[in-house]
Nanobody, 122 residues
Framework: QVQLVESGGGLVQAGGSLRLSCTASERTLSSMGWFRQAPGKEREFVAAVSWSGFATRYADSAKGRFTISRDSAKTTVYLQMNSLKPEDMAVYYC?????????????????WGQGTQVTVSS
């Protein structure tokens, strides 16, 4: 059972930056992703990175502002978030999948972290 622990959330002003980290209890075997969930809304895809780290995919809302990456040990994934907007405010979740390829669906991920709050003030 892979355990994921996120960190790096917090309060930031609009236009600011945050870097989220997610550490897995063991080396993950496939892609990892970041999702977010705002109050009253469904959990949505933000970004995913392949096992190698060379392939990435982003939600339209994240393109050009967020960057996902992972370390060579395949245990940590990062989400660098720049130019944050109030609409980015949500609980951000790290997830790992055992399926091959980049995955964007919530149901395609097997393991989830507990989430970290990102608050953006306007």
């Amino acid at each position: 059972q892979v355990q994921l622990v996120e960190s790096g959330g917090g309060l930031v002003q609009a236009g600011g930056s945050l870097r989220l980290s997610c550490t897995a209890s063991e080396r993950t075997l496939s892609s990892m992703g970041w999702f977010r969930q705002a109050p009253g809304k469904e959990r949505e895809f933000v970004a995913a990175v392949s096992w190698s780290g060379f392939a990435t995919r982003y939600a339209d809302s994240a393109k050009g502002r967020f960057t996902i990456s992972r370390d060579s040990a395949k245990t940590t994934v990062y989400l660098q978030m720049n130019s944050l907007k109030p609409e980015d405010m949500a609980v951000y979740y790290c997830a790992a999948t055992t399926l091959i390829g980049l995955r964007v669906g919530v149901r395609e991920y097997d393991y989830w972290g507990q989430g970290t709050q990102v608050t953006v003030s306007s």
